[in-house]
């Protein structure tokens, strides 16, 4: 599994150094692309991670994304192709291949049971194909793995103000796989809905699928209320009394140097096999601000809680404070954009299956746990895009 997954690494890696310059070399003197409707691009990410309790394994405990730590680490490197769907051309497609660390264990929640070819499958970012109903303004249906309606951040850190993900985005589901429509109800109401696999797009505790939709509703020009809800049986038992119910929110305030955002997210579901069938419950918030101080420079600060009340989501029964700030540095030439971030990160987990990994031992022969870590980190965030 290892060579096949640095097999892969190594030829986006090749793809992101070589699409800028093939992309240079067919580029017309115009600057008027020829299909304006399609892109192209790529992206490499690449840190390195400080773990002041410099743990002997080298891992950040209960979490998937930027889980490497003290030693180099490719997290993500991504080449895609997209058609837009529009009025013109109604149909449109999305393909995206992706390898790193990152792409590991992203798709599941712990203990549920993956889908045949998982290691494989986790390797495809996107693969859609859409179309644009000329339904009153519009009616956009997509079919296939598609970006997840829940949630304010990427799985990608260039898409996201901060470098390390919140934990209630590393607990939602970053893609879905099934079908989604939208349509703007007006310039200020859009709704959604979706039909898909399940919570996590490569487990598989059962063959039915699960339902969700979403409001978006711009109060101002400048602030907008999302809530996006999931129902759907994510346990080997489906009867309705076991069936997954969560809901997003979002609120968000994006001015022209300054963005302003609040998450709340919280879910809950029986348990089915458990004496009794406890009700497993999950809480969790962040606030995150980013100011673009001048040029190129950039801030973002994120404070957060998690309460994982059952160990359902994170594997323990575990509450969780954190603040995370950065600082971040980006240039571009041409249509290649490089972005620079230092990032400072405290967490603190406490409860009964708590704690993070830790150098050294408490007994002979155990490893304990630390209630909290720092860290700090360099991330080095390299993207090109088409015109």
Same mark, same amino acid.
């Given at each position: 599994?290892?060579?096949?997954?640095?097999?892969?690494?190594?030829?986006?890696?090749?793809?992101?150094?070589?699409?800028?310059?093939?992309?240079?070399?067919?580029?017309?003197?115009?600057?008027?692309? /020829?299909?304006?409707?399609? %892109?192209?691009?790529?992206?490499?990410?690449?840190?390195?991670?400080?773990?002041?309790?410099?743990?002997?394994?080298?891992?950040?405990?209960?979490?998937?994304?930027?889980?490497?730590?003290?030693?180099?680490?490719?997290?993500?490197?991504?080449?895609?192709?997209?058609?837009?769907?529009?009025?013109?051309?109604? &149909?449109?497609?999305?393909?995206?291949?992706?390898?790193?660390?990152?792409?590991?264990?992203?798709?599941? #929640?712990?203990?549920?049971?993956?889908?045949?070819?998982?290691?494989?499958?986790?390797?495809?970012?996107?693969?859609?194909?859409?179309?644009? $109903?000329?339904?009153?303004?519009?009616?956009?249906?997509?079919?296939?793995?598609?970006?997840?309606?829940?949630?304010?951040?990427?799985?990608?850190?260039?898409?996201?103000?901060?470098?390390?993900?919140?934990?209630?985005?590393?607990?939602?589901?970053?893609?879905?796989?099934?079908?989604?429509?939208?349509?703007?109800?007006?310039?200020?109401?859009?709704?959604?809905?979706?039909?898909?696999?399940?919570? @996590? %797009?490569?487990?598989?505790?059962?063959?039915?699928?699960?339902?969700?939709?979403?409001?978006?509703?711009?109060?101002?020009?400048? #602030?907008?209320?999302?809530?996006?809800?999931?129902?759907? /049986?994510?346990?080997?038992?489906?009867?309705?009394?076991?069936?997954?119910?969560?809901?997003?929110?979002?609120?968000?305030?994006?001015?022209?140097?300054?963005?302003?955002? $609040?998450?709340?997210?919280?879910?809950?579901?029986?348990?089915?096999?458990?004496?009794?069938?406890?009700?497993?419950?999950?809480?969790?918030?962040?606030?995150? @601000?980013? &100011?673009?101080?001048?040029?190129?420079?950039?801030?973002?600060?994120?404070?957060?809680?998690?309460?994982?009340?059952?160990?359902?989501?994170?594997?323990?029964?575990?509450?969780?404070?954190?603040?995370?700030?950065?600082?971040?540095?980006?240039?571009?030439?041409?249509?290649?954009?490089?972005?620079?971030?230092?990032?400072?990160?405290?967490?603190?987990?406490?409860?009964?299956?708590?704690?993070?990994?830790?150098?050294?031992?408490?007994?002979?022969?155990?490893?304990?746990?630390?209630?909290?870590?720092?860290?700090?980190?360099?991330?080095?965030?390299?993207?090109?895009?088409?015109?």
């Amino acid at each position: 599994m290892p060579s096949r997954a640095f097999t892969s690494l190594g030829l986006l890696l090749s793809l992101v150094a070589v699409l800028p310059l093939v992309a240079h070399s067919q580029q017309p003197e115009s600057t008027q692309a /020829p299909w304006p409707d399609w %892109h192209y691009g790529a992206y490499l990410d690449l840190a390195y991670i400080v773990n002041f309790n410099f743990p002997e394994n080298h891992l950040w405990r209960s979490r998937s994304t930027a889980a490497r730590h003290n030693e180099f680490a490719p997290n993500m490197a991504l080449g895609y192709v997209r058609k837009d769907p529009v009025e013109a051309s109604r &149909w449109g497609m999305e393909f995206a291949v992706q390898g790193g660390y990152d792409t590991k264990e992203f798709a599941f #929640l712990p203990n549920e049971p993956k889908v045949g070819g998982a290691d494989t499958l986790r390797h495809f970012s996107r693969a859609n194909v859409s179309y644009l $109903a000329p339904a009153g303004n519009g009616l956009l249906i997509t079919a296939g793995l598609f970006n997840s309606l829940i949630g304010y951040e990427s799985l990608y850190a260039k898409d996201n103000p901060n470098y390390t993900r919140s934990w209630i985005a590393d607990y939602t589901p970053y893609m879905m796989f099934g079908l989604t429509a939208r349509y703007s109800v007006s310039d200020r109401l859009t709704l959604a809905g979706f039909i898909i696999n399940g919570y @996590a %797009h490569l487990s598989h505790p059962n063959d039915q699928p699960s339902y969700g939709g979403q409001w978006s509703y711009r109060l101002t020009p400048q #602030l907008t209320a999302t809530q996006t809800l999931y129902w759907g /049986p994510d346990q080997a038992s489906t009867a309705l009394e076991f069936w997954r119910l969560y809901g997003n929110h979002i609120l968000e305030w994006k001015g022209e140097e300054l963005v302003l955002a $609040a998450s709340y997210d919280v879910g809950t579901e029986n348990i089915a096999g458990r004496p009794g069938s406890p009700r497993a419950f999950v809480m969790g918030g962040n606030v995150v @601000a980013r &100011w673009h101080v001048a040029g190129p420079w950039s801030t973002a600060l994120r404070p957060e809680f998690y309460w994982d009340r059952n160990g359902r989501w994170t594997g323990r029964e575990q509450f969780v404070r954190a603040v995370t700030s950065t600082v971040e540095y980006k240039t571009s030439v041409q249509r290649t954009t490089a972005i620079v971030r230092l990032e400072y990160r405290y967490d603190e987990s406490t409860g009964p299956g708590g704690g993070f990994f830790r150098k050294g031992e408490i007994a002979p022969g155990v490893i304990g746990l630390s209630p909290a870590q720092h860290l700090l980190l360099l991330g080095i965030l390299l993207t090109f895009d088409s015109p």
